[in-house]
């Protein structure tokens, strides 16, 4: 016997209009919506959303599913505009697949990460996967599961959340942050359980977190944008080693 993580499709409406679907595991789902779409460019703050209800929608049981979404935005905040060269389908394993080219994902942050003089200290990052390890709920239970963690620059742990999709992990930590009126996340460390991605880089920088760990590799395209963009990129955060690719700065080597 073993017990396996879930995943299931998510649709994203706006207003009726289907916008996204993405394979998720089930949980935290307005958190998940509210960070895609602050993410994406979509939503600014917690004000730019009126209303996000579920859907009615049954399984042939004829139980809820709770897979769809329905989103309501404030006055005045523009709907992406959904002819341009862009496939909102997202897979668990890769957000960034479906998305049609690199320049169409370049979003423009409204955030300056580069001026936030947050600094961090090694110990302190040191201790963060461990941190994030002990809190990872179901991974625990499943071993399946990506988790993304938000903390202070002191180490302090604010949120946790875990996904099948490491993407739909972040957007649900930063959709959480939006939900609590707390963007930009300036002085704070979002840590990753899996790779640093492009996609994972831009959805920190759309929520101004100044850096950005992981405990496996970034990619090339990460370390250049978070080059150009003025954060920190930190990889391969294991025990007491770790790379730090863009924004060294930031890093003392000092005690907490």
Not at 50 to 79: F, H, S, W
Not at 99 to 127: C, F, N
Request: charged residues 20%; negative net charge; glycine residues 8%.
């Amino acid at each position: 016997m073993d017990i396996v993580a879930a995943e299931e499709p998510l649709e994203i409406r706006l207003d009726g209009t289907p916008l996204s679907v993405t394979m998720r595991t089930p949980g935290d789902d307005f958190d998940l919506v509210h960070g895609f779409l602050a993410t994406e460019g979509v939503v600014a703050d917690l004000h730019s959303v009126t209303t996000m209800r579920y859907c009615a929608g049954k399984d042939d049981d004829g139980r809820q599913t709770y897979n769809v979404i329905d989103v309501a935005l404030a006055e005045g905040v523009a709907p992406p505009e959904l002819s341009l060269q862009r496939n909102f389908y997202t897979t668990s394993s890769c957000g960034v697949c479906g998305k049609a080219s690199i320049e169409a994902i370049r979003t423009l942050s409204a955030y300056d990460v580069a001026a936030d003089p947050t600094t961090v200290a090694s110990t302190v990052l040191s201790g963060l996967p461990d941190s994030l390890r002990e809190q990872q709920r179901v991974f625990e239970s499943t071993g399946g599961l990506h988790a993304a963690g938000l903390f202070t620059a002191d180490g302090q742990l604010l949120c946790l959340r875990e996904d099948v999709g490491r993407h739909n992990a972040v957007d649900k930590a930063i959709g959480w942050a939006l939900r609590e009126d707390k963007l930009p996340m300036t002085s704070c460390v979002l840590l990753v359980s899996g790779r640093a991605s492009f996609e994972l880089t831009q959805k920190a920088l759309m929520a101004g977190i100044p850096v950005l760990a992981a405990v496996s590799a970034p990619s090339s395209l990460a370390v250049e944008l978070a080059t150009q963009s003025g954060m920190t990129l930190v990889g391969f955060l294991r025990g007491q080693t770790m790379n730090v690719y863009a924004g060294a700065q930031r890093i003392t080597t000092g005690a907490a």
